[in-house]
């Protein structure tokens, strides 16, 4: 079966990085996802690493994936109050052979940054 | 144009009520989802149309009921529903299985 593990919070302080963690299950998974969440919004795609990587970066995200451990982590360089946020990472499971996928969630990180 | 646009953004509907939650994306992605999301909690799967058929149905009750006219849009309707339904319905869609995940802001409904 499929289980997305996170921790609940994290709290740093403005102009620090940021690492959030995620463990899945499915090793089959060919897209990690993670999303953000403000207060009230809908769900904001970040970024996403395919399976065969095991890291991508995009300004001051870093994407690391330790598909061996089944690790993945979101670092935000220079975080900065806007980035306070719900963060979710995802795993995609298909089933194997269908042409959609169902996304199983981590429970989200609260990402508090203190000024 | 790359995003999911829901309509409306905030519904309030009485428990016996009839409306509807709508859903389009012009991507040309095959497979369009219903999500349901309650407050600090990550979105749950409802539904799951690939090429305009219902695939995945996750024992959701019937006063939901799902449609998918065409490729670009998804429906919601909803009916008798009950206050414990009040929540944040996402849609969703993917180009295949895994690629392109992309969410709508949602509709915030509340059942009064």
């Known amino acids: 079966g499929e289980d997305v593990e996170q921790s609940l919070f994290l709290s740093v302080r403005e102009g620090d990085s940021s690492v959030i963690n995620c463990t899945y299950t499915?090793?089959?998974?060919?897209?990690l996802y993670w999303y953000k969440q403000e207060p009230g919004a809908g769900l904001q795609l970040l970024t996403y690493?395919?399976?065969?990587?095991d890291m991508k970066q995009d300004q001051r995200l870093t994407v690391l994936l330790n598909k061996k451990d089944k690790h993945l982590s979101l670092r935000i360089a220079d975080t900065q109050t806007g980035d306070s946020a719900i963060y979710f990472c995802a795993e995609v499971f298909n089933g194997g052979g269908t042409s959609y996928g169902k996304l199983t969630f981590g429970q989200g990180t609260i990402l508090t940054v203190h000024p | 144009d790359t995003e999911v646009t829901q309509t409306p953004k905030h519904l309030v509907m009485g428990m016996t009520n009839k409306k509807s939650l709508k859903c389009e994306q012009h991507?040309?992605?095959?497979?369009m989802y219903w999500y349901k999301q309650k407050a600090k909690k990550p979105p749950e799967l409802m539904f799951v149309?690939?090429?305009?058929?219902?695939?995945i149905n996750e024992s959701v009750p019937s006063r939901f009921s799902p449609e998918c006219p065409n490729s670009s849009l998804l429906n919601l309707h909803l009916h008798a529903l009950q206050p414990e339904d009040s929540a944040l319905y996402l849609c969703a869609s993917s180009l295949t299985d895994s690629y392109g995940y992309t969410f709508g802001s949602g509709t915030r409904l509340t059942v009064v």
């Open positions: 499915d090793s089959s998974s060919t897209y």
């Open positions: 991507m040309g992605h095959r497979a």
């Open positions: 149309y690939s090429y305009e058929k219902l695939s």
């Open positions: 690493i395919f399976s065969n990587m």
